[in-house]
């Protein structure tokens, strides 16, 4: 059977957001944890409708189930208001991990919004610390393996990610230091691509790069294909979306050649409206052109969805073969940050399965 196969898959998944994998019974607990609006000075960010308000599991189905954009901004509010202490990212981290091993994705490279923290005047590194727990924790308990990307929010500007990535660089030199070796793979930038275009962030990539981190861009997914060339431009290794990018042939056949990886998150395009419908997704185009594709959730419980699921779908919707599915997820460890021998590992058990 399909799924069975799906399930026993070895895989990784490189476009997660952590905030957006936070499951319905976690938000209840974190809404009695937090029974108050965030004082205002701390709500630069985020008005929320629901500020403070005790949310059941009705309430969050409800708020899980927009159908616009808007919508989608709502929850996601919802949920950074509720996440607060270093406990919190703790919890979301390792109920994130239990969720990945129980579909057996092996490693997970994750986007935590640096760009949201900062803008609430908040200070990252305790709430790190208490991702690290948690990370650390889930990867005794069940295997995971898991690397941080952190993410600036492009239309707050040019300056707010600059500060993102100096908090970057500050704990990943403070974690290779105490312990010789780190979990913060990279930088990238997310938000509004019409707000906050590519072009604009040149001198931060530059910076981050200069500084060793491993760079991403959210491309392509709201904007045209000319976002994506601009990702490219300031020097993203991954693109994060690319839906747009099968409207300009030139740029398909560049991304072929380069095998620059291309992070497809279906449902996610389905649900914010960035793709009218599934029959007109072109993740089998891009597979069939030759790029280099790998399937992701984006923010699997906000739009109800599962790597395993966007697999079934690839094969269900788009009639990828089980070989294809297998060529997907050996591009998703080929695609990732991980170090050459770590990747040789991962590979060999996608080739035994
Ligand atoms: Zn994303």
Request: proline content about 5%; hydrophobic content about 40%; some cysteine.
């Amino acid at each position: 059977m399909i799924a069975d196969f799906i399930q026993r898959l070895p895989k990784a998944e490189l476009h997660l957001h952590l905030e957006g994998s936070v499951d319905a019974p976690t938000l209840v607990e974190l809404s009695q944890r937090h029974p108050t609006p965030l004082p205002a000075q701390n709500n630069r960010y985020q008005p929320d409708p629901l500020g403070g308000e005790l949310l059941t599991l009705e309430k969050v189905q409800r708020l899980y189930d927009y159908s616009n954009f808007f919508g989608f901004l709502m929850a996601f509010k919802a949920v950074t208001e509720r996440l607060r202490t270093p406990e919190d990212y703790e919890l979301i981290t390792h109920n994130l991990c239990r969720a990945l091993a129980a579909q057996n994705v092996l490693h997970a490279e994750v986007y935590v919004s640096v760009g949201i923290i900062h803008w609430r005047g908040g200070v990252f590194a305790p709430l790190f610390e208490g991702m690290e727990r948690g990370r650390k924790r889930a990867e005794k308990d069940f295997g995971t393996s898991l690397l941080w990307l952190f993410d600036a929010v492009r239309n707050f500007g040019v300056e707010e990610a600059a500060r993102v990535v100096e908090t970057t660089v500050a704990l990943r030199d403070r974690q290779l230091k105490a312990q010789g070796r780190t979990s913060i793979a990279g930088f990238g930038i997310g938000g509004d691509e019409a707000r906050g275009p590519a072009g604009d962030f040149r001198e931060v990539y530059a910076r981050a790069r200069d500084a060793g981190l491993r760079l991403t861009v959210h491309a392509g997914e709201s904007a045209g294909a000319e976002s994506v060339w601009a990702a490219l431009n300031i020097g993203a290794e991954r693109i994060g979306h690319g839906l747009h990018a099968v409207d300009d042939p030139e740029l398909m056949e560049h991304l072929a050649e380069s095998q620059i990886p291309i992070e497809v998150c279906v449902s996610s395009n389905l649900r914010t409206g960035c793709c009218p419908s599934l029959e007109l997704h072109p993740v089998k185009r891009m597979f069939d052109a030759g790029l280099m594709v790998t399937l992701n959730t984006d923010d699997p419980t906000m739009f109800h969805t599962t790597l395993d699921h966007e697999y079934r779908i690839a094969h269900e919707a788009f009639g990828f073969t089980k070989d294809q599915l297998r060529e997907l997820a050996r591009n998703s460890f080929e695609a990732s940050f991980l170090p050459a021998e770590e990747k040789v590992r991962f590979l060999e058990l996608c080739d035994r399965t």
